[in-house]
């Protein structure tokens, strides 16, 4: 649980050696639920995966270096680095544009829109994306929770930046989401409050939301059977066509409310256990990589990395001077630079950076008020 106080009830106090032992959290929990779930990715289409999970050695972190689960939002990190926290959706869409690594579906579309002209949000538009559904942006938003901790409306304006470029409606509402959840993790240990906060940020009339909702609820109905929510989601959410962009596997969906229903189920029935929330995302199946990475970086943000099991974390310390691919950063500039946007984030939205008893610590503004969209 992150050391805080509250200072009134405008502000709350977050040490940053307790927001860096969570954003460290975050990134971990992101690089290990990749690794661990990437062996399984789309071997499971319309199906729980039954078989066994590739079993963990400290080998396995390496294969996170060259996900786009991860190179793909420190590509947003280079552009903040190089234009601002005022960002354009013009310099953000350029950016993309100018990038050379392998995409899909959303991206891929939005790159080839970019590329001919068409700037965000209308790249990411229904109009000009037939992708806009996908799961793109919520395997991406990551970094702006992280870079936000407390802020989710400070998070939401950059979403609106970089989410735009590639999806819209339920694509980009599910990257608010998780970004969301990241903000509140940094203060609060529980994960059903966590999602339920995160809720609060999308509109509730969303298919996604209600497809969250519906985690919720069935999860409550049978608290220990995650199969039985699973069979009803599939059963009420698996028929939409917004996901169906693939005819490389049979039962393929990559929409992004069904793939965030994996997501929260993980968090939900693995009742706050790393391993057994990747498990239960990665069995969930369809994009079965990404799913365990977001759900481990929400709960290990929640954790701090100290939190995180070593059989997990152990070997990170032996790639930190690594490069992830693609992109400029190891794990060892990573950790600095996203704490240099999380002071600029509060000072911008009315906080402070302060010594107290000797330490630093971030006096971070309320904003749990719902977002607008």
């Not at 229903?261 to 079965?288: H, N, P």
Request: hydrophobic share 40%; with cysteine.
């Amino acid at each position: 649980m992150a050391e805080t106080a509250a200072i009134g009830a405008q502000f709350r106090e977050l040490p940053l050696e307790t927001y860096l032992d969570k954003v460290k959290g975050g990134w971990a929990g992101q690089m290990i639920g990749v690794a661990y779930g990437a062996p399984t990715e789309f071997r499971a289409c319309g199906r729980i995966y039954d078989e066994d999970i590739p079993k963990w050695t400290p080998e396995s972190i390496r294969n996170a270096l060259g996900q786009d689960d991860i190179y793909v939002e420190l590509s947003f990190l280079e552009a903040i680095e190089e234009h601002g926290l005022d960002i354009t959706w013009e310099q953000a869409g350029r950016a993309f544009a100018a990038t050379k690594f392998p995409l899909w579906h959303a991206n891929k579309q939005a790159r080839e829109n970019l590329l001919a002209g068409i700037m965000p949000p209308e790249s990411g538009g229904t109009r000009h994306n037939p992708h806009w559904a996908d799961i793109d942006f919520q395997i991406e938003a990551d970094l702006f929770g992280l870079i936000n901790p407390g802020l989710p409306r400070s998070s939401a304006d950059i979403c609106h930046v970089f989410g735009r470029i590639m999806n819209s409606g339920d694509g980009f509402y599910g990257g608010l989401f998780v970004a969301a959840m990241y903000t509140e993790a940094f203060f609060e240990p529980d994960v059903r409050k966590i999602v339920e906060f995160g809720l609060t940020q999308i509109p509730s009339y969303s298919v996604y939301a209600r497809t969250i909702r519906d985690v919720i609820r069935w999860h409550d109905e049978k608290p220990d059977d995650w199969r039985a929510t699973w069979k009803k989601i599939e059963e009420k959410w698996a028929s939409r066509p917004s996901g169906r962009c693939s005819d490389k596997f049979p039962g393929f969906n990559i929409d992004a409310s069904l793939n965030g229903a994996y997501i929260v189920m993980g968090l939900l029935y693995g009742g706050g256990d790393v391993a057994k929330t990747m498990e239960i995302s990665t069995r969930c199946g369809q994009d079965s990589d990404c799913n365990p990475s977001n759900a481990a970086g929400i709960l290990c943000t929640a954790l701090g990395y100290s939190g995180i099991p070593a059989e997990f974390r152990g070997t990170i310390p032996q790639i930190a001077n690594d490069r992830f691919a693609e992109v400029k950063y190891t794990w060892n500039t990573l950790i600095p630079a996203c704490e240099k946007f999380a002071r600029q984030n509060v000072t911008r939205a009315g906080g402070s950076v302060t010594m107290t008893r000797g330490r630093e610590v971030l006096v971070i503004p309320s904003q749990r008020d719902s977002t607008s969209h």
